[in-house]
């Protein structure tokens, strides 16, 4: 009897080994569906295209009443450093307040280090050349036409090529906090003819609302600033 009972028991022992791989088998394919099916939906989110966002193109952003008389013509704009405002932030700086020190070996991880900002106040006081600046910043054309109530500082740089170069229009936006500064250096390289390439770009890179030269009004928060980018003239 007791070798019997001993048969039965290896033989359910081995039946027990010989279903074990076949439930990894079943739970490897389980998870491979759903590894499949994750990542499938992962793949149609991603890659799905985000719905065209509806903008109301005759929001007024300006203050009220609402002008409808409001000069919207594209007009030349040259920056200017005059020495009314030159020698009033000079006067500004010459008394301002003493500045805090700043804790020891904290570099800017808790704000901006008042040690170096004192250089920098120094450096605007008596070392920065405002005309020179000026000259710089307008090398490139500058223009201003107001947009749904607010004025809006652009710049506006065409290419000089021949006819039988295709140029094609790039609007570039600045980030936040930024500004168009930050194209200075780019702009040759787009509005000049690569030898192995037969286009080139035309330049708009506009001063978002409240930034540069364009206006904000205290409402800014709801401001939606591609509203302001559709004029087709600029």
Known sequence: MSSKKSSKGEKLKNEKKLEEPSSLGKYFIVFLVLGGLTAYSAYKYLSTPLEKPVLDLEQWWGPYPIDLKKDVSIRPYQIEFSDVIVNDLRERLLHSRPL?????????????????????????????NFKEREQFLNKYKHFITNIQGLDIHYMHVKPKVSANVTVVPILLIHGWPGSIREFYEIIPKLTTVRPDQKFVFEVIAPSIPGFGFSQVRKYFLRFRTQETKHNPDT
């Open 100 to 128: 805090t020190p700043p804790l020891e070996d904290v570099g800017f991880n808790y704000g901006f280090n008042t040690n170096y900002l004192t250089k920098v106040l120094d450096y605007w006081k008596n070392n920065y």
